[in-house]
Nanobody, 127 residues
Framework: QEQLVESGGGLVQAGESLRLSCAAS????????LAWFRQAPGKEREFVAA????????NYVDSVEGRFTISKDTAKNMMTLQMNSLKPEDAAVYYCAADKNPYFYDLETSLTRYEYWGQGTQVTGST
């Protein structure tokens, strides 16, 4: 059973930066597209960003484009989400996930396309 483990969440003020990490087995990093989702209280889980297994292409939801950067280090089996210029609406539990289909080229945004979810890491906005 593949496992994903997120880390790096915390308390941040508007305008600050935070870096989230997702550790997973090597097979996931070399065969499946990876993504970050987030879920705020009372809201549905939503797509944030994805990165391709083969060539590292990326895709972002419009609300984070230009502020967030998804990347991965295959040698370390680690995926990261660098979040800059954070806004109050970015507060949520952030999850990493892997595409249910290996060797798939399209970066999907629907959460039903993903499995092997991590337990989530909390990003909280301070007032």
């Amino acid at each position: 059973q593949e496992q994903l483990v997120e880390s790096g969440g915390g308390l941040v003020q508007a305008g600050e930066s935070l870096r989230l990490s997702c550790a997973a087995s090597g097979r996931i990093f070399t065969t499946r597209n990876l993504a970050w989702f987030r879920q705020a209280p009372g809201k549905e889980r939503e797509f944030v960003a994805a990165i391709g297994w083969r060539n590292g292409i990326t895709n972002y939801v419009d609300s984070v484009e230009g502020r967030f950067t998804i990347s991965k280090d295959t040698a370390k089996n680690m995926m990261t989400l660098q979040m800059n210029s954070l806004k109050p609406e970015d507060a949520a539990v952030y999850y990493c996930a892997a595409d249910k289909n290996p060797y798939f080229y399209d970066l999907e945004t629907s959460l039903t396309r993903y499995e092997y979810w991590g337990q989530g890491t909390q990003v909280t906005g301070s007032t």
